[in-house]
């Protein structure tokens, strides 16, 4: 069963990078579900931001945004940070395109998401992120 303990059996501090508010809404209830707090990113620029100013380990990552699009601001990200120090980066997207996963995959991503999400598909992928191996 997944409940608010999963936070305390995984935690981690998540960064929400997505700009439809309608789909930050449906990730932060999923999220405050299994008992996280995120921030939120409203784009790909602020991601970039947000990471410079706040030590995250996981970055849900929207693919198409205004301003930077996700695989370019994972790119800038990782660009900026070594493994031990930068965010995991999973790809949150309504596109199930086959090369967009390998993009996801290319760039370093870790997971990849697709919309809508479910809560048993992103405790998966939060699951996954063992920011205990750093």
């Known amino acids: 069963m997944m409940d608010d303990t999963f936070s ?29 707090e995120a921030d939120v990113a409203n784009n790909g620029l602020e991601a970039v931001e947000a990471v410079r100013q706040t030590a995250y380990d996981v970055i849900l990552m929207d693919i198409q945004m205004p301003k930077m699009d996700g695989i370019k601001a994972t790119e800038c990200i990782f660009a900026e940070w070594s493994p031990p120090q930068r965010p995991q980066v999973i790809a949150v997207t309504a596109n199930v ?7 996801c995959e290319a760039v370093g991503m870790v997971g990849f998401v697709t919309k809508p999400v479910s809560l048993k598909t992103i405790a998966e992928a939060l699951r996954d992120c063992d920011v205990t191996q750093r």
Not at 11 to 27: C, H
């Open 8 to 36: 305390q059996q995984h935690p981690l501090r998540i960064l929400l990078a997505e700009d439809n508010l309608v789909n930050q809404k449906v990730l932060l209830r999923l999220l405050k579900r299994l008992g996280y």
């Open 97 to 103: 395109l086959p090369e967009y996963e390998e993009a």
